[in-house]
């Protein structure tokens, strides 16, 4: 019983610390994030990875038609053959993503943040063809949450001094 009041006393004590060393929610008031959320408009290819990379980018700062700012995101994937057989077929596939992104502030028409970001994903080709093309498509949906996640990162750790 008393090792419970001492660890909630010690995250407590963390709890203030860091509210007093400057500590600032992202998404708060003050947050560097704060200027995006619910301000943006994303634009995508119409292709499935466009649909999917846009929805979890909406998903993290919600979506606004009329926002202030327009995020263009274009995607590519290439897929690789990673592990062979001794029969000559291939067993296991590497998707790589790549994203490029361009933050547009509609108000002046400036390009505010531009950048690309690259991962990657792998699936197993071992089981019937339908099993195959299903973990294709699962391993490419996990890219575009990926790469979605990523953009969102670099946009908010460059975010604070963005026009509010």
């Known amino acids: 019983m008393l090792w419970h009041r001492r660890r909630a006393i010690f995250g407590l004590i963390g709890l203030f610390a860091g509210s007093a060393c400057g500590f600032t929610p992202v998404y708060g008031p003050d947050g560097p994030a704060f200027a995006l959320q619910g301000n943006l408009r994303v634009s995508a290819p119409d292709r499935r990875d466009g649909f999917l990379i846009s929805q979890r980018l909406e998903d993290r700062f919600g979506r606004n038609d009329a926002g202030r700012y327009v995020l ?12 062979t057989s001794v029969e000559g077929t291939t067993n296991r596939f590497r998707l790589t993503g790549f994203v490029t992104y361009t933050l547009r502030d509609t108000e002046t028409d ?20 339908v099993a195959t093309l299903a973990a294709e498509r699962d391993a490419a949906a996990r890219l575009m949450v990926i790469l979605a996640d990523q953009v969102v990162d670099r946009l908010i750790l460059t975010a604070s001094d963005l026009p509010g």
């Open 72 to 83: 263009s995101v274009t995607t590519e994937i290439r897929r690789q053959g990673l592990a």
């Open 110 to 129: 400036k390009v505010v943040r531009e950048g690309r970001e690259t991962n990657f994903t792998g699936f197993s080709a071992t089981g019937s063809t």
